[in-house]
């Protein structure tokens, strides 16, 4: 009786272990990465939007799957509008772009 609780517990946190690694190495959604985004933006975000189709995308000559989307702030001289690419595999911020010229 001994030995199978001793298996039976190896064999659950093995099986735990791999269940982790599996859901952690998952593409992050389109909704996080736009949360994640907004949250490193210096002041707040008046709008948003994130295309939900992940995109190939090459960067600095390394290749990323993306989603892309743009936000909106106000300043003291009016709205800015932004452009940015997040990689879609660790939802880190590849690129932010100011589109008023």
């Known amino acids: 009786m001994k030995t199978s609780a001793i ?12 269940l982790t690694k599996q859901l952690s190495s998952r593409p992050i959604t389109p909704e996080s990465a736009l949360k994640s985004l907004k949250q490193k ?16 995308a090459e960067l600095n000559g390394l290749s990323y799957n993306v ?13 800015e509008h932004f452009l940015f ?17």
Do not use: H, M, Q, R
């Open 41 to 56: 933006v210096p002041s707040k975000v008046d709008g948003s939007w994130i295309y939900t189709a992940k995109e190939s």
């Open 7 to 18: 298996l039976g517990t190896v064999i659950g946190f093995v099986a735990g272990a791999l």
């Open 85 to 101: 690419t997040v990689d879609a595999d660790t939802g880190s911020v590849l690129e932010i772009a100011n589109t008023n010229i």
């Open 67 to 79: 989603y892309k989307g743009g936000f909106t702030k106000s300043t003291s001289s009016g709205e």
